[in-house]
């Protein structure tokens, strides 16, 4: 585990790094402890007995989000002693822990859950997200969410972008349900 000496008391969503696709069980330790959690997850198919079926896995091996503040999760990491799977992911501008704004993660986790099978996550992150128009969905399922417009597989999409970490993108929205902000 990773510590820092300036620790803060700023409550917000902390992204940890989980070793080894541990991420379901340490979610589960975390809500155990009364923390609020969050792993995305996405649908995927495998083959099991010549057979294909669909099941729900982890959309990113080694990331859970955290809702605390760092001194408070710094303190449970530390508890968890020498082998605890998880630590903070770091900003490498900031050197800081990334906490990510609670409307942009709202946005985020609404956006997995309405699109489960049809999410669009973004790893590589360029940017050329930073390029487009900032906007907000007027209507529609992902009404309320802020993002930014850009063209993805050949559709208009709205990005939610976690600099230097992840972004996730809606399938396509008509612009007549979309206002600049």
């Known amino acids: 585990m990773t510590g820092s000496p300036n620790i803060l008391a700023v409550e917000g969503w902390y992204a940890l790094r989980v070793t080894y696709g541990r991420a379901l069980k340490f979610k589960a330790v ?13 649908r995927k198919t495998v083959e099991r007995n010549g057979k294909r079926t ?23 990491l530390k508890n968890q002693g020498e082998s605890c799977p ?17 409307k942009p993660m709202e946005d985020f986790m609404r956006i997995c859950l309405v699109m489960n099978d049809e999410a669009l996550y973004l790893k590589d992150i360029t940017s050329k997200l930073h390029e487009g128009q900032r906007v907000r969905v007027t209507d529609g399922p992902f009404k309320g969410i802020e993002g930014v417009v850009l063209r993805v597989k050949r559709s208009r999409r709205v990005i939610v972008d976690f600099p230097g970490l992840l972004a ?6 008509d612009p007549r349900f979309l206002e600049a902000i």
């Open 168 to 173: 996730i993108a809606t399938n396509y929205i």
């Open 30 to 42: 975390l809500d155990e402890a009364g923390f609020r959690t969050f792993v995305p997850m996405c």
């Open 86 to 102: 998880a630590s903070f992911m770091w900003d490498k501008a900031t050197r800081n822990p990334v906490i990510v704004p609670d």
């Open 54 to 76: 669909k099941i729900t896995v982890p959309a990113l091996t080694n990331l859970c989000f955290v809702r605390s503040t760092q001194d408070t999760i710094y303190t449970f």
